[in-house]
Every structure is written in structure tokens, then in C-alpha cells.
């Protein structure tokens, strides 16, 4: 696990190395163990370490092959590469260390371009090989591991954070689209940048540079089109033993490793199909004093069963809020998920003690663990409860509502779930993912957020949904694409990274992957129930106390904060005329309205808005502004 940075010429060759240094230093927190530059030709590649696997000098990149004439930058893991390096040493490949990055090497030259689909793990790399004069851009297949490009008639820029990215000399120009985006769903869609000279490389890709061309390729798709032939049993099975597979694969490391458990269903089949294969395995929850937000009593249960040796880490409120500027601090384009916070405490406490720990992230998306998944279940059934609620939907929108108490909650639940029957397929999801919907957009923004391009990017996401469709794959697909690679994935990287701390999900294994995109979709999302499969697949395993529980959930306290501490940097820093005028990007009454709102507690989502705004006008001042 590390940071990438370099650059590639096409004619006109400048000298950026200082540029390159300055952007590994921006890295230092993905690769505080070793930096390193190589200038090979027309190819200049950087790269900050992080040692999990072969800590050894000999395993430093950049890594030059001289038998074959190679070098590689590379970023992730490769979690089969045992197997590979197995198959290449009996076929007469020697090694000289024992890291994965080399088996990347020597698999290219057995294969070719076609090796990168067989890797399994998450990865991004730039790979030259100098005898074809062809330079090899690749990246995972569902974008675990950031990638940024910038390319000009003279050259290719490339790093794995837009913050070292934009250490070279790079127009600073915000994609108005992508402002009107982030403050639609609070983040950026993956297949696009706040910047508009700046692409993400994009996941599931590589792309081959030669003779000054740039070709993309895409090496692998998700399967939701054939649908498996297996009853529910052997799919729970099936589902168990791929997933030990990947748990078992991503144990592999040559420094201390733990999982998070947070006593959800999870992360805890993570931690105990872990722990039948790691002794005194380490596992670490957060907690919190109080008991309505607390739920490591889940995780206790766990750890005891799977015997781990667990951690709790115990915050107070206050401390989420002394670490809310290091999280905007190191957040060097607008991401607004408040949860990130959470993470960003998290991964700095288990850094402590391990440098790889293993989440469950992506089981929400692959399952259906979302309220929106049951809500989008409900609206495609022919209920009367349906018919009712569309003809009485205008009535509903007279009785107040917030997200401040229980009963004011559900009612602005049932308004919007009502609100959303009256859509198609594809409008009610976009909508359902959104913080601020679309119509709104003007009344905040003052600046063109370039409709066109904005219903593009909608248009792009949304186009596997389909119209009265009884199968929910079609929503599981699209999730993985927009809100797994943009929201989750994002946000488990860079707050673990800022931590210097190593990441993997199981759950994204692709072999797992695709095995639930091609189950019915009544095996994720059934009733009610959500996640079907590995809620009544994990039974056997993991303590009865995880099933049928109230979720208690918790979220970030952010009117408490607007409220409290944050009301004057809100009445400074956000309601600073003067500045939001000469800025002109937003409207300024609408961010007055905003504040109100919240501190008047007649909010239902202005608190997630506002935070928005914050967000933004941090990143605009640190990194826009700078």
C-alpha cells in the first residue's frame, strides 16, 4: 500500500522532478517507509511506501526488471500473487525478493496486457516496458485504489491523490458540473473531478501509451446479466466458501493485521471466518459513552465467540469533533459523508497497534443493506398501500416533519417514499440518493452548474435501472458503480490512508463479486429483510444476539455542533458576505436560510446541506484558493 506520482512525456520533455518530489511529500502519509524516484526514458515514476508485504530494501519500487527490460510504480495489493508467482516458478521465472509488485513483472512478461485481469486485489500501477516503448496505466476493478490523470500535447501526469496531482503544473479550473454533483449527493460521482483538466483514471481499466496516443481498454465488467441456476441453500454455501477464500487470501502480510468489528453482520463474518485462520487475531470497535449510540456490546459477543483479542476504543463527542478539521484538512477535493470522521478516528486508533486491518465494506451495496434497498422493494410491488399513498401523496407533504425526533422522522420518511412512487425507476433512485435534490440546486448555487453535463453524468449512472422491473440487481449493480466507488470506497481510503493504515474488503473479491451479481435478487432483498443471503448464511457462525435487533445506527451530531461549537465559525466563515459574493458561487441567502434552519431545529436534511458547505468552502480555501 502505497502513493504513485510521475510523469510521461510526448514530445517537448520538461524537467518536473521537483514537482514529482513536492507531490511525494503531499504522499507521505500512504508511504511514510520509503520514497524513491526513477527516470527511465521518456517515463519519470515516484512512488511513497508503505511496506506490508516483503519490507526488505530489495522490494522498494520503483522496481526495475533488467532481465526483461521493465519497471513498475504500484499501489495496492495482489492478494493471489502466491499462486501466480507458483505457476510462473514452474515455469522457469526466478524471483529476487519475495514481494507481490515483482510478480506483476514477470507475469506481464509471460502474458502480456492480458495478466491484468488476473489479478486479485486492488491496485493501481504504471508499468513501462521499454524494449515495446509501451507505458501501461492499470487500475482495480472497482476503484479500491485512487488514480488521478491530467494530459496535455506534451505530457501525462498521474498520482494517486489529486493533493500531489496538482504539485505539477496544472490549470486550476473548477468543473461546475462537478460542483452542482457533489452538493446533489454530497460526493462526487467516480468518472469525474472537481477540476476540469483533472480525469480519474478509470476503474476496471488500463490504458496503453505508445508513440504519443493514449488508448483505454476495459478489462472487466460486473456479470448481472445470467442469473445462477442454484437453490438458496447452495448458494449460502457457495456464498461462505468464496468468502473464507477472500478472507483467507487478504491475511497475508508480513506486519501486524486486525479487522474492524463493529458488531454488525459484516464486519463480524469477517472477523470469525478470520479468525479460523489467524491466531490471536487482533479486532477493534469504537464505542461510545452513550449507551443509545453504543453498540460494541454486539462486537464483545463476537470476539468472544471467535475468540479475537478485541479493542474498544471509547470516544466522547467531543472527541468527533477535535478531529473534524484533520478530516477536512486531508480531504483534498469536496467529499461530504460525515461518517468519514468515524473512519478517520478509527483507523488512527488501530494504526496504533496493526498496519492492515480488513472491513466490510461493500456489503451494503452487494446485499442490499440500504433503507433505500427495502424502500425500492415496496415500490415495485403492486401493493394497495401504493395506490393510497400516490393519491394522498399531496396531503402528506401539509404535515410537518424533521429528522429531529422519532415519530417527525418517520412521517418525512413516508412523505418521501410516497414522493418517489410518482417517479420512474431511474428518477427515484438518483432521488433517493440524494441529499439536496435537484430543484433546490438553483436556490443554493449562484454560479451555471452546467445542466447538461450534470444529467450526463445522471444519465451514465442510471442507465441499468430499469422500469418496472420486480428484480432489485439492476439498483445492487448501479450502487456498486456510483455509491461504493464514490462514496464508501472513497472514504475508506483516504481517512485509513491519512492514518497510514492498509484497508482490504473481503467483500470485494471479484470471484465474490460476481457470484452475488448473478444470484436472484430475491436472495439479497426479500419483505423487509434485507442482506437475505448472509444474514441466514451466517447464522451458523456468529452469536444469535446479531439477528432481529433494533439498529440503533449512529450519526455524526452535526446540528449539535452547528448549534454549539461550530455557530461561529458558521456566522465567520460561512456567513461571511464579503467572501461568498467575491466567490460567487453560491447564493447568499440561501446559506443565511441554511443556518437558520438548522438552529432553529425545523431541519430535515439542512444539517447534511450545511455540512456540505462546509465542506466545500474548507477545500476552496486550502487547496482551490492555496
Known sequence: MCGIAGWIDFKNPNDYTQNLENALLKLHLR??????????????????RLSIIDVSDVAHQPMFNYEHNLCIVFNGEIFNFLELKQELINEGYKFQNQSDTEVILQLYQKEGEKCFQRLNGFFAFVLYDITQKKVFIVRDRYGIKPLYIHQNENSLFFASELKALMEFPIPKNIQNAAVGLFFNLNYLPPN?????????????????????????????????????SLDYEQAQKDLLNLLEDAIQKRLIADVPLGVFLSGGIDSSVIATLAAKHQKHLKTFSIGFENPLYDETYYAKLVAQKAQTEHTVFTLKMEELYENLFHVL????????????????????????????????DGADELFGGYTKHVGEYQARQNHLANQILKVIQPVLNFIPSNRNSKLGRKIW????????????????????????????????????????????????????????SISMNDVFLTDLQLVLSGDMLVKGDRMSMANSLEVRVPFLDYRVVDFVNQL????????????????????????????????????????????????????????????????????????????????????????????????????YKKYYQA
Open 31 to 48: 508511504g511514510p517507509d520509503h520514497t524513491a524516484i526513477l527516470h527511465q526514458n521518456i517515463v519519470h515514476l515516484g512512488h511513497a
Open 192 to 228: 469525474i473531478s472537481i477540476y476540469e483538466d483533472v480525469q480519474p483514471f478509470p476503474y476496471a481499466h488500463y490504458a496503453v501509451i505508445e508513440n504519443q496516443n493514449i488508448q483505454f481498454h476495459k478489462y472487466y465488467e460486473i456479470k448481472p446479466q445470467k442469473i445462477l
Open 329 to 360: 484538512d486531508y480531504l483534498d477535493e469536496p467529499f461530504a459523508d460525515a461518517s468519514a470522521i468515524n473512519f478517520y478516528i478509527l483507523s488512527k486508533y488501530t494504526q496504533q497497534q496493526v498496519t492492515v486491518a480488513l472491513s466490510g
Open 413 to 468: 420518511q413516508i412523505q418521501k417514499y410516497a414522493k418517489g412512487l410518482k417517479d420512474s425507476s431511474a428518477e427515484r433512485y438518483w432521488k433517493w440518493c440524494s441529499v439536496l435534490e435537484e430543484n433546490v440546486l438553483p436556490k443554493l448555487l449562484a454560479l451555471d452548474y452546467n445542466k447538461t453535463h450534470f444529467n450526463q453524468i445522471k444519465n451514465f449512472y442510471t442507465q441499468n435501472i430499469q422500469e418496472k
Open 520 to 619: 436472484p435478487s430475491e436472495y439479497k432483498v426479500y419483505g423487509n429483510m434485507r442482506k437475505r443471503i448472509l444474514q441466514d448464511a451466517s447464522k451458523k457462525i456468529l452469536p444469535s444476539e446479531l439477528y432481529n435487533r433494533p439498529k440503533q445506527g449512529f450519526e455524526v451530531p452535526l446540528k449539535d455542533w452547528f448549534c454549539g461549537p461550530m455557530k461561529s465559525y458558521l456566522e465567520k466563515e460561512i456567513l461571511n458576505l464579503d467572501f461568498v459574493q467575491e466567490q460567487g458561487i453560491f447564493h447568499y441567502e440561501k446559506l443565511k436560510e441554511l443556518c437558520h434552519m438548522v438552529w432553529e431545529g425545523k431541519n430535515t436534511k439542512e444539517d447534511w446541506t450545511l455540512w456540505s458547505v462546509v465542506v466545500f468552502q474548507h477545500w
